[in-house]
């Protein structure tokens, strides 16, 4: 295991009783092991975020350099709005 630094933080009264109440119920060995698990999830969510500009930007690229005529507007907005009456007439 890694070297553990003790650091302190401040967080609300409201996360700190959840955070007890967590450790209370056993769902925890100690709030410290909390906060790990809260950072582990915080740090994937991160690198999720990232992979997502990353395939958004991508796609961009593509798009610039993409030469096809494409789409009018006013074509896929009427698609849209007939796709979507109709899901809204079989729900009835």
Known sequence: ????????????????????????????????????EALRDWNRKRALQKEGLKELRKFWQQALEDNSPGVDADQVLTRLER??????????
């Open 1 to 36: 295991m890694p070297a553990v630094e003790k650091i302190s933080i401040a967080l609300p009264s409201e996360m700190v009783e959840q955070l007890r109440k967590a450790v209370d119920r056993g769902e925890y060995a100690s709030s410290s092991e909390a906060v790990r």
């Open 83 to 92: 796709k979507y009456q109709r899901l809204a007439d079989d729900s009835r």
